[in-house]
């Protein structure tokens, strides 16, 4: 167990993860914006939650939503002024709020000066500032490109007869840390973010940001899945090290790498504290686990298994037993809605599933992050024609299917899982118009459940709501610092509907049952003293239920026991 006399903020901390264009609009142009976060800054409160996460708010061109920074001290007009955002930070600090913001640093968008600069001669002072690859060197080593509808991470620049590399869309060049002079731009920037009072950074695919700049060709281990090479950049650790020298260590900051790449065996070098590199990441174990192999976005044939999904979760609680720490995501704006992935979004299952998804998140070890509308239980829009949809992402594969004259109904039928718009549909407020959360034509339709319930307002009104659960939950989290520190124990790995685990600190031990199936489930857990067990917190009536040795659970059921 980790000592907890040394205990962060962040640690302890509730993160919410806020999308901006997706959110809150009060100028009434269909997209959410800095003014609509403050307007809600006391429901977030209420929420129980402690930091918010908020996605990209620079000036961008919005190829990728925010993703292609061309300004890094400026905020995207759509969202609002500087001024905005200097009230949104103080309206968090009143409330005790932490900021942490997005860092998107292994790419500019085409349209930074920075960018622009570098592609008008071979000698211009930002050439270097990117990668360049010059023609009369023959075409470049294949690099493949998350966004590229060729499938090419190289582009060809007429202007100076070269390419450069861009892992993301054509409008994303990637930035050359080999520099020292980008480097020294980049500490500056976070310098004048944390100047200002931001608590922390979400850092884009950071375990991109170096690469071999003499572009070998791609090492044949790594044939048909280039992301472990993306992340086994030779300078990486120095570069993160360096940042956290001389930037984060002179703050109480807290930073969360997105770690696409990176697994159970290199965890560490990210984060034991010793190291000095970051404090959390996000892995992507779990978000590949009903994929096909080596294809993120491509839905698995065959269905996931609850005996995966453990798998996945203790795995990642023991390497961070004695050092580093946790976090604990289940969705996020590239990822589908938690409850249509991981529960059950129909309507006989939803509550139960939605809630036993938060009481899964909030008694697990690491950091809790919920996205917005997760506390409601927001589900998958599941869009069936391609004009709905407005990621690039989306956009992109359907034209090289397109293109290849592949199968676009099937195409189809996967986005209504996989598509990173089921996740970005705005914030469900009320039964009005547009669901409250503009009152003109959102940039991307509401899901229309908003009128069955899955509102905040029709929640607020019920006690027995999603809502009121999730706030119940994170207060049961809170006044038990055992389901935050303690040790985990998995029980019955290879039990297939339900997920029986403890959490035991120093005399506190707790017993978390959650079941994942759609029908009445037993499971016998001979190997726990409960005697004396009393529910604490429970979605169904019947939780007190348990003969001898044997517990029955109502589907989707989740109750947590005091053992002691
Ligand atoms: C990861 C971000 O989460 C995603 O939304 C974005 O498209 C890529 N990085 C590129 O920045």
């Known amino acids: 167990m980790q000592q907890i006399t040394d205990r962060k903020w962040w640690q302890e901390g509730i993160v919410y993860q806020i999308y901006p264009r997706s959110f809150q609009d009060t100028t009434q142009n269909g997209i959410g914006d800095l003014q609509g976060v403050i307007k809600r800054l006391d429901y977030i409160k209420s929420l129980g939650v402690d930091i918010i996460w908020l996605n990209p708010v620079y000036e961008s061109p919005n190829d990728d939503n925010g993703y292609d920074i061309s300004d890094y001290r400026k905020i995207m007009p759509e969202f609002g002024t500087m001024a905005d955002f200097d009230l949104l930070l103080q309206g968090m600090k009143e409330r005790g709020l932490k900021l942490v913001m997005d860092l998107v640093v292994n790419h500019t968008s085409d349209e930074h000066q920075w960018f622009e600069a570098s592609r008008q001669s071979r000698d211009n002072p930002y050439r270097d500032y990117y990668h360049w690859w010059p023609a009369e060197k023959g075409t470049p080593p294949k690099r493949w490109s998350y966004f590229d509808v060729d499938g090419t991470a190289w582009k060809y620049d007429e202007k100076t007869d070269a390419y450069y590399l861009h892992y993301f869309s054509v409008k994303q060049p990637d930035l050359n840390w080999e520099n020292p002079k980008v480097r020294e731009e980049i500490q500056d920037i976070m310098k004048f973010w944390f100047d200002k009072g931001v608590d922390g950074f979400r850092m884009d695919v950071i375990s991109f940001i170096s690469k071999d700049t003499d572009f070998p060709e791609l090492p044949k281990k790594y044939e048909g899945d280039f992301v472990p090479f993306y992340s086994e950049g030779p300078k990486l650790h120095e570069y993160l090290n360096e940042l956290h020298q001389k930037v984060l260590s002179k703050y109480d900051v807290m930073t969360v790498g997105e770690a696409p790449g990176i697994g159970l065996d290199k965890a560490l070098d990210f984060v034991d504290a010793e190291r000095g590199e970051l404090n959390m990441f996000f892995h992507f174990d779990l978000m590949s686990l009903d994929r096909e192999a080596n294809e993120v976005f491509l839905m698995r044939k065959s269905p996931w298994k609850l005996s995966e999904f453990k798998k ?101 039928e996967n986005e209504k899982s996989a598509s990173r718009d089921n996740a970005r549909t705005p914030m469900q407020w009320d039964a009005t118009a547009h669901s409250g959360f503009s009152k003109e034509r959102p940039w991307l339709k509401v899901n229309d459940n908003y009128q069955e319930g899955i509102n905040v307002a029709a929640q607020e009104a019920d006690r027995l709501s999603v809502l009121h659960y999730f706030r119940k939950m994170v207060q049961v989290r809170k006044s038990n610092p055992a389901l935050i520190h303690g040790d985990y124990e998995l ?74």
């Open 312 to 412: 996945v979760h203790s795995a990642w609680d023991k390497v961070f037993a004695e050092k580093g720490w946790g976090s604990m995501y289940l969705n996020n704006h590239d990822f589908p809605r938690s409850v249509s992935r991981w529960g059950n979004d129909s309507v006989s299952h939803w509550y139960n599933s939605a809630t036993m998804l938060h009481t899964f998140l909030l008694t697990m070890r690491g950091t809790p992050y919920f996205y917005y509308g997760e506390e409601i239980g927001m589900t998958n829009i599941k869009f069936d024609a391609i004009s709905e949809y407005r990621d690039i992402n989306t956009i992109n594969r359907y034209e090289i299917i397109q293109k290849e004259g592949g199968d676009l109904d099937a195409f189809i």
């Open 491 to 564: 029980l019955r790995p290879e039990h297939e509907e339900i997920y029986a685990y403890t959490r035991t600190l120093g005399q506190d031990r707790f017993l978390v049952l959650l079941s994942f199936s759609t029908e009445r489930a037993k499971i016998n857990l001979d190997m726990v003293a409960f005697d004396t067990a009393t529910a604490i917190i429970s979605n169904a009536s019947e939780a007190e239920q348990h003969q001898g040795k044997t517990f029955e659970l109502v589907p989707y059921q989740a109750t947590v026991y005091r053992l002691r």
